[in-house]
């Protein structure tokens, strides 16, 4: 049993963060739905349907747009990496 506790809202911010570090790894070349959902699944065991409800909330906040190939993350996002 681990001694470690991690409240919801850590884990979910830390899922997040890599969620858009791997889009952001792409740099201008968009990542399909399903290959960030294949990473999502391999990394934190997390289920396709959270992982577009992820990507959802990251398009309302402005960290990641659709473009007709993929998906690539925002010039916001880019700016809260350096505050």
Known sequence: MSTRVRDGASLR??????MLGFIDLHG?????VVEIQAYML???GLKFLTTVDYLRECQLAG????????????QRYRTTLMT
């Not at 911010?13 to 890599?18: C, N, S």
């Not at 201008?28 to 399909?32: G, S």
């Open 13 to 18: 911010h830390m899922r997040l963060l890599a």
């Open 28 to 32: 201008q070349d968009p990542v399909e």
């Open 42 to 44: 391999r990394t934190f």
């Open 63 to 74: 960290m990641v747009k659709v473009t007709e190939k993929g998906w690539i993350v925002t």
